[in-house]
């Protein structure tokens, strides 16, 4: 498996759903559903790090003048 930061979002979710499926099974020895949750949490972690960035990159738009502006999202 990549690393957390090289996986896409969407890479990242199928993994997370993986993990989900193999610890809902049951069949996991405890060791390995501990290994399995902390990769969970990273996977969640990377996941919620790609989401502020892309939040904070569309906190920004374009004027008409082509000066960007602060947008807040509850306005």
Same mark, same amino acid.
């Given at each position: 498996?990549?690393?957390?930061?090289?996986?896409?979002?969407?890479?990242?979710?199928? $993994?997370?759903? +993986?993990?989900?499926?193999?610890?809902?099974?049951? &069949?996991?020895? /405890?060791?390995? =559903?501990? !290994? $399995?949750?902390? +990769?969970?949490?990273?996977?969640?972690?990377?996941? &919620?790090?790609? /989401?502020?960035? =892309?939040? !904070?990159?569309?906190? +920004?738009?374009?004027?008409?003048?082509?000066?960007?502006?602060?947008?807040?999202?509850?306005?």
């Amino acid at each position: 498996m990549e690393t957390n930061e090289n996986l896409s979002f969407e890479a990242s979710l199928e $993994e997370l759903d +993986k993990i989900v499926l193999k610890l809902e099974n049951g &069949d996991v020895p /405890l060791d390995d =559903a501990i !290994d $399995e949750f902390n +990769k969970a949490m990273h996977l969640i972690k990377a996941c &919620d790090d790609k /989401l502020k960035n =892309a939040e !904070d990159a569309i906190a +920004k738009i374009v004027k008409e003048n082509d000066k960007l502006i602060d947008f807040n999202l509850n306005e």
